[in-house]
């Protein structure tokens, strides 16, 4: 079956903007869980959507936000973007959560100028 | 909140000998902890797994043993061959809880 797809792959924008990240899950998962992969920092959890719910938040700033679809595509947004948004954005698929394997999507490459 | 610390962060071994790669966690309702590898530009992928209720399992070259009264969890794998370079990263779920702490990585080097 077919893996998890992110789009877009890259993006390039300028401090201030915001960007809207899409993420499609492996037929069948309804859970998904979105992170932060930077050098430094390895991977860190932004949220998980379950059933078009939030069920967890990691620790990142209100700028950031996401939603689930009833198809249980997701998205995440960022507002008023600063230069150390620059990062891969990585989601990831499980049937049900964190007690199951994760799929990872390729990630959306986001450099902010 | 959940800590989970990985060591070491590089790691070089030669082709053939064995590679261990250990993580700690803090928090003790922790009870499903995967490794995962990523190889350069691509994206992680999980390589084994392991659940509170378990010691240790193996799959071919990879191993993970479990001590939950340490609250540590190691990676071993053996035989090493090159194309085994890549970044590690272990994970600790607190599935009542639905979170997930990685580790801040393990870039193993095989040298050939």
């Known amino acids: 079956k077919a893996g998890v797809t992110q789009t877009p792959r890259y993006l390039i924008k300028t401090r201030g903007q915001q960007v809207t990240l899409s993420c499609s899950p492996i037929?069948?998962?309804?859970?998904v869980s979105w992170y932060q992969q930077t050098p430094g920092q390895g991977l860190q959890f932004l949220f998980e959507?379950?059933?078009?719910?939030?069920?967890n938040k990691g620790n990142f700033p209100g700028r950031f936000s996401g939603r689930q679809f009833s198809n249980s595509r997701s998205e995440m947004n960022v507002s008023t973007l600063e230069l150390g948004d620059s990062a891969l954005y990585l989601c990831?698929?499980?049937?049900?959560?964190?007690?199951?394997?994760?799929?990872f999507g390729p990630g959306t490459r986001l450099t902010v100028l | 909140g959940e800590n989970v610390e990985q060591h070491p962060s590089t790691l070089s071994v030669q082709e053939g000998d064995s590679a261990v790669i250990k993580c700690t966690y803090s928090d003790s309702a922790s009870n499903y902890f995967p490794w995962y590898k990523q190889e350069l530009g691509k994206r992680p992928q999980l390589i084994i797994d392991?659940?509170?209720?378990?010691g240790e399992k193996k799959d071919q070259r990879i191993a993970v043993t479990l001590n939950k009264t340490a609250k540590h969890f190691s990676l071993h794998i053996t035989e090493t061959q090159p194309e085994d370079s890549a970044v590690y990263f272990c994970a600790a779920h607190n599935t009542g809880y639905q979170k997930v702490t990685f580790g801040t990585g393990t870039k193993l080097q095989v040298i050939p």
């Open positions: 959507y379950f059933s078009e719910t939030q069920r």
């Open positions: 037929s069948g998962h309804r859970s």
């Open positions: 392991i659940r509170s209720n378990v």
């Open positions: 990831a698929s499980s049937l049900a959560g964190a007690n199951n394997e994760q799929f």
